[in-house]
């Protein structure tokens, strides 16, 4: 069975964290580059981050500083820590391995 698992979406106020999980089985994981996206409402899919196999890491410029990607190979499951969130954060937030999706959690950051 081939699967990603997003978790830890939720509702969160302005200035709080979350971190999601990104939970694989079925696939090779340790081998491979995990990639973190997000999509608003009425917006295009974007790229939050990605890290490599060898946990280097790559994130785009409007989440520097706040999130930070990670991984733990033995639990063959990836991590979004998510800090200083804003209302602008609101999305559901997906992972991808190579070619697989998983069904996205919810994020939404309101007071």
């Known amino acids: 069975q081939v699967q990603l698992v997003e978790s830890g979406g939720g509702l969160v106020q302005p200035g709080g964290s979350l971190r999601l999980s990104c939970a694989a089985s079925?696939?090779?994981?340790?081998?491979?580059?995990v990639g973190w996206y997000r999509q608003a409402p009425g917006k295009e899919r974007e790229l939050v981050g990605v890290?490599?196999?060898?946990?280097?890491?790559h994130y785009a410029d409007f989440v520097k500083g706040r999130f930070t990607i990670s991984r733990d190979n033995a639990k063959n499951t990836a991590y979004l820590q998510m800090n200083s969130l804003r209302p602008e954060d609101t999305a559901v937030y997906l992972c991808?391995?190579?070619?697989?999706w998983g069904q996205g959690t919810q994020v939404t950051v309101s007071s």
């Open positions: 079925g696939m090779p994981f340790s081998s491979s580059a």
């Open positions: 890290i490599a196999s060898e946990g280097m890491t």
């Open positions: 991808s391995v190579g070619v697989k």
